[in-house]
């Protein structure tokens, strides 16, 4: 049987079909045959023709955006190659020693890192100042994180939820140097009056936290600033994988007789746990780099003590501290080498930190779903 | 073995919406039984009553009277008591896709504080086989995740992990439902022989499935139980007008 199939016609109508009602007119008829049309191609028909194949804009937008794309190559290459090129003097000098020598003062008899006076320079005390307080401050804020986003996603009654998670992020978006202010004026003084003593006196045996540094600068006041800084990233990181955590898989452990912490740890924590490494990876990254609001706390001294509680400095910290007061050219160019050091500690963090997301997801051939 | 259900007077909403009302009936121990009705008649919020999973909803509530084997259960005990009693096995598949094969089968005893390795291993070897799945697994129970299964490999799998905590009742809320024909056959292969060591309810819209499987079969609608008898008579003789409707195929 054959099935006549109506097509609907796709034209305007004659009616409105008022555009260049002259062209119309003076097309040769054998043209217009070619649509399988005898009055000849719409006005919207000729103005899509008139455009022909667009080749010429959609090759200038590809270049566009490689050349956008190349630009992030290019400014990490310059970076490199003026921190380079700015660092070759103390390199040159101090070869890999510049990492792992101290130096014994001739005059004094002591050991010191950082002499700008003698020309003697060292990254040691800066490298482990970035590390300790940069750890201690993860130690800090990863439990703190967690649990902020284990009440807000799991525990918080419904209307508090979005105002809490508003502050923590707000948390976020305070600048670091009124961060530092705070901590200057608010948290090391608690710190020298109220806190520190009791670390000294319960913990004082382990070395840790000696009591000879009254003034309340140090270690432990730059990781707990530095705490309060990266506790957003990682709780709404966090927060963000935990609510991603799929119901059934709640209701799944509920059902096996688990109370709501067993829950918690074997139905989201267990499965969200690669995505809270990934922030507090983040976390990590933002406390190496962190500036203004350490070199405001953590005593700015160039050596290495055991006990947390005394004055340190970091990397970004002296680069920040010394850089517009080098005087000689080795100086300058020893805190570039900083600069070098602080980019390259960055990149091996960030690597350690893949191997560590890849070392947990081995376990687990797919993700949550 | 399992134990009976005893249902009184059991009313559930979830915020105004009263979903359940007024059911009463007993579920005999070591039998199937199938509850059937069309989809937003209450079948699966009743099942979810029987091991206290309606509440973990903030916005539901519940009254009634539960007895499941002795026990109250809105009375006497708390609800993670009860479901360490009862088992249960959803619509979807979910098995802990961060877990290997023997870490999700021994979850349940893991999560209690079992440790005892030797009849741990024991337990997830018999769980496995009583839900039919051992031959297709036991090489790689240690180095396979949960979620790297197939789908009525997964079912099996949440299965087994009810099993092991050796549960007296089995609460299946449309356990095949997802699956192909294949699974949806091996799962009711196992309910068949499950059902003679434990109490199992099941939900269902598959009613070939309800007439295979179960002994009795209790008809749902807008949220009542209309009918609660054998299943030979629901389906072929029913007492009510509706449920007849039903089976005929004449609505839902």
Redesign the interface.
């Given at each position: 049987m054959h099935v006549e199939v109506k097509v609907p016609e796709f034209r305007v109508p004659q009616a409105q079909n008022q555009l260049e009602p002259a062209n119309r007119r003076d097309r040769n008829p054998a043209d217009t045959g070619s649509g399988g049309r005898s009055e000849g191609h719409s006005p919207v028909r000729r103005f899509l023709l008139a455009r022909g194949n667009s080749a010429f804009t959609d090759m200038g937008f590809h270049w566009l955006m490689v050349l956008c794309a190349l630009s992030i190559f290019g400014i990490v290459a310059l970076i490199v190659w003026e921190l380079l090129k700015g660092s070759d003097l103390a390199w040159a000098n101090f070869h890999f020693g510049f990492f792992y020598k101290s130096y014994t003062d001739t005059y004094s008899g002591q050991t010191s890192y950082w002499d700008p006076v003698n020309g003697q320079f060292s990254a040691v005390p800066f490298v482990y100042g970035t590390l300790v307080s940069s750890f201690l401050a993860l130690l800090i804020a990863v439990p703190l994180a967690i649990g902020v986003a284990i009440f807000l996603t799991e525990m918080c009654p419904?209307a508090l939820r979005a105002p809490l998670a508003f502050l923590t992020e707000l948390l976020a978006a305070i600048p670091s140097i009124v961060y530092g202010l705070w901590a200057v004026f608010e948290l090391v003084p608690l710190l020298r009056v109220d806190v520190n003593p009791l670390l000294t006196r319960y913990l004082g045996w382990s070395g840790l936290f000696s009591d000879d540094n009254p003034t309340g600068l140090g270690f432990v006041a730059a990781a707990v600033i530095l705490a309060i800084m990266i506790l957003p990233i990682i709780s709404s990181l966090t927060r963000e994988v935990m609510t991603a955590v799929?119901h059934?898989?709640r209701?799944?452990?509920?059902?096996?007789?688990?109370?709501r912490w067993?829950m918690i740890r074997?139905?989201v924590l267990?499965?969200a746990?690669i995505g809270i490494v990934g922030g507090i990876i983040l976390g990590l990254g933002r406390a190496l780099g962190e500036t203004m609001a350490v070199t405001m706390v953590i005593g700015n001294t160039p050596e290495i003590h055991k006990s947390l509680l005394s004055n340190g400095t970091s990397m970004a910290s002296v680069l920040a501290n010394e850089f517009a007061e080098a005087v000689s050219d080795l100086h300058r160019s020893a805190l570039i080498e900083i600069g070098l050091a602080l980019f390259i500690v960055t990149i091996i963090v960030n690597a350690l930190a893949q191997l560590l997301v890849w070392a947990v997801t081995r376990?687990?051939?797919?993700?949550?779903? | 073995m399992g134990v009976g259900i005893e249902v009184q007077n059991l009313n559930a909403w979830y915020g105004n919406n009263h979903t359940l009302q007024d059911i009463n009936l007993n579920i005999p121990a070591n039998h199937a039984t199938a509850l059937i009705g069309p989809s937003g008649c209450g079948k699966s919020t009743f099942v979810r009553c029987l091991?206290r999973?309606h509440e973990?909803n903030?916005i539901a509530r519940v009254t009634g009277v539960v007895r499941i084997g002795e026990l109250d259960i809105y009375s006497d005990a708390k609800p993670?008591?009860?479901?360490?009693?009862v088992?249960?096995v959803?619509q979807?598949p979910?098995?802990?896709?961060?877990?290997?094969i023997y870490d999700n089968v021994a979850?349940?005893l893991k999560?209690?504080g079992y440790s005892n390795k030797r009849s741990l291993d024991e337990i997830v070897e018999r769980s496995l086989r009583n839900s039919a799945l051992w031959e297709e697994v036991k090489d790689d129970l240690r180095k396979?995740?949960g979620?790297?299964l197939s789908g009525g490999q997964q079912q099996r799998l949440?299965i087994a992990?009810?099993l092991a905590?050796d549960p007296e009742v089995l609460l299946m809320d449309e356990p095949a439902s997802a699956l192909d024909p294949v699974s949806t056959s091996k799962i009711e292969d196992l309910i068949f022989q499950l059902k003679s060591q434990y109490t199992i309810v099941i939900v269902t819209h598959n009613m070939q499935q309800a007439a295979r499987v179960a002994e009795k079969t209790g008809f749902f609608l807008n949220g009542r139980m209309v009918e609660f008898d054998s299943t030979h008579k629901i389906f072929t003789n029913p007492s009510d007008k509706r449920t007849e409707d039903y089976i005929t195929g004449r609505f839902g």
């Open positions: 419904r799929p059934s898989q209701e799944a452990v509920l059902a096996l007789g688990a109370t067993e074997m139905g267990r499965n746990r376990g687990a051939p797919s993700q949550a779903h | 091991n999973m973990t903030p993670v008591e009860i479901r360490r009693r088992g249960m959803f979807r979910n098995p802990f896709p961060t877990m290997s979850a349940g999560l209690n396979k995740s979620a790297s949440c992990r009810a905590v």
